[in-house]
């Protein structure tokens, strides 16, 4: 059984807003970082954003910045993704990744132990 659960994908319309969420079934602080990574139809899958569970700091792909904004809630142990401005370009599969690797690097998916099934996000034009 997986650890992380991902929800809250939908359709949108390019423009809008949507939050994604990730159910962890351990304390988040069980990890050093939690993050999201994202896939779309013929493309390499890619990291969007990073948090350490400990000091709450952010890392961000340059195509998000300034758009998305990955939070935690440790009560709820929930790692959302708030997605705004959203463009088609962001129509993937997101994944809800967690691990214990310090560097927290969006750029070493292979560093992220635990993976949730994914949800789809669909931006249309």
């Known amino acids: 059984q997986g650890q992380l659960a991902e929800s809250g994908g939908d359709s949108v319309q390019a423009g809008e807003s949507l939050t994604i969420s990730c159910k962890s079934a351990r304390y988040i602080t069980t990890y050093n970082c939690l993050a999201w990574f994202r896939q779309a139809p013929g493309k390499e899958r890619e990291g969007v954003a990073s948090i350490r569970s400990l000091f709450r700091t952010t890392s961000y792909a340059d195509s998000v910045k300034g758009r998305f904004t990955i939070s935690l809630d440790l009560a709820k142990k929930t790692v959302d993704l708030q997605m705004s401005s959203l463009t088609p370009e962001d129509t993937a599969i997101y994944y809800c990744?967690?691990?214990?690797?310090?560097?927290?690097?969006?750029?070493?998916?292979?560093?992220?132990?635990?993976w949730g099934q994914g949800t789809q996000v669909t931006v249309s034009s």
């Open positions: 990744a967690a691990g214990q690797a310090n560097s927290c690097d969006i750029e070493r998916a292979y560093e992220y132990n635990d």
